[in-house]
């Protein structure tokens, strides 16, 4: 309790100054002296130290508590994926990885680091070119801010494997776990800090809804999955994914907001440990039983009638790949044939296209709030009431097999 205490009056004091406390963790003397550069020429944010490996990674988390860690992935003695292991496990601070290589054995180091409970991934910033500098120099800030605000939890991995242990401290996540209440009606989450937030489920579900003008215009002879994620996302859709036999009777398109450059090697680490063929959709690629495929980075993803992918490089919404955009043509084409699953992230997109799936007489899923890095986009769709249910990572595997079984 006391931890917990703390730790909220550190939150609020943080979100009232802007303020926050940065770990730099890279083992190159000339990126930590840009990145303590650019993090210094604002004000809001304060370079606390920085590491040239993961065990003086370690050693300076322990004593200086930093509210974000920037970190590197190829490092001697121990890298990114050990370090961010160990972190996670006695010490949960928010990570944003930061690689110099898409090469792909960094991408799937880096997707690793993700799933080992890192945040967030980005290219370093090039220093060859003024303009790309300063906008990664943006995005960076930016990210870095975001990142700042997510309450992270302990994983254990770290714990199984470290030889040595190290004390059990977890100022990130120090308060009770998020739990989940269901009443008559409603269904009531409880967040760290004991206050709750309460869904209506008052608006009933019914099959055949049409979106109002529009009319499914093809029929496809299976069911097609929609799921949606942003900050959070690769852990969960890996969980989700790998949870599906290779007998799964729908098709799946993922959409996931990630940094340039990334959206392939997501898709190799998704499909390594997944029964069901996964790979990055192309242009007239055809919608097919037990394929997973993955929207390809700044390019919105769109069902055309017959079935067939279309790709739109023009700029529709802010965020590109939209969540909202996939799921709006996916309930315009094929209405009550269409199951949309909406998963952690930060703000609003996805929402208003689980709505369209919902009115088209298709079936909602959100991921419930203890298992979401940020409760932002399913919390959106809630409030819309164009969710069915509201469930955990192992509940929504259950209950997509179970849908799609009774479609067929």
């Known amino acids: 309790m006391r931890l917990s205490r703390c730790h909220a009056e550190h939150a609020a004091c943080t979100a009232m100054n802007e303020h926050l406390r940065l770990l730099i963790v890279d083992d190159s003397a000339l990126m930590r002296r840009v990145l303590r550069g650019m993090f210094t020429k604002d004000s809001g944010i304060t370079v606390v130290g920085e590491a040239i490996n993961g065990r003086e990674a370690l050693d300076l988390v322990a004593r200086l508590r930093p509210d974000v860690i920037t970190m590197d992935v190829r490092m001697p003695v121990m890298d990114g994926l050990e370090t961010t292991e160990q972190l996670m496990a006695y010490y949960p601070t928010p990570i944003l990885v930061l690689t110099a290589s898409l090469s792909r054995y960094d991408v799937d180091i880096t997707f690793k680091m993700l799933g080992a409970g890192a945040l967030d991934v980005m290219e370093k910033p090039k220093l060859d070119d003024a303009h790309s500098y300063e906008r990664a120099r943006r995005e960076l800030l930016r990210r870095i801010k975001l990142l700042s605000r997510v309450k992270v939890v302990t994983h254990l991995r770290g714990r199984r494997r470290a030889e040595q242990p190290y004390p059990d401290q977890d100022r990130h996540s120090g308060a009770a776990p998020l739990t989940t209440t269901h009443t008559l009606g409603q269904t009531q989450h409880q967040n760290r800090e004991g206050a709750a937030w309460t869904m209506s489920q008052s608006v009933v579900h019914t ?3 049409a979106i109002p003008g529009i009319t499914p215009s093809f029929k496809i002879p299976f069911p097609l999955v929609v799921i949606g994620a942003s900050t959070g996302g690769p852990r969960i859709i890996r969980q989700i994914l790998m949870g599906l036999p290779v007998t799964f ?17 997501m898709v190799d680490w998704l499909a390594s440990a997944c029964q069901l063929p996964v790979r990055l959709a192309c242009e007239g690629d055809q919608l097919t039983v037990g394929t997973v495929l993955v929207a390809p980075e700044r390019l919105d993803l769109l069902v055309e009638s017959n079935g067939r992918i279309h790709l739109n490089d023009k700029q529709l919404l802010l965020q590109r790949p939209a969540i909202d955009i996939t799921m709006q043509s996916a309930a315009e084409m094929f209405g009550p044939q269409v199951i949309g699953i909406l998963l952690t992230g930060m703000g609003r997109d996805g929402a208003v296209g689980m709505q369209s799936i919902h009115h088209a007489g298709g079936y909602t899923i959100a991921q419930e709030q203890a298992s979401c890095t940020i409760f932002g986009m399913p919390r959106a769709a809630i409030e819309l009431k164009a969710v069915d249910e509201v469930l955990s990572p192992e509940e929504i595997v259950l209950a997509l097999q179970k849908r799609v079984v009774a479609m067929m």
């Open 249 to 265: 009777r729908a098709s799946i398109l993922v959409v996931q907001h990630i940094a340039e450059g990334f959206s392939r090697g």
């Open 207 to 209: 099959p055949g809804m």
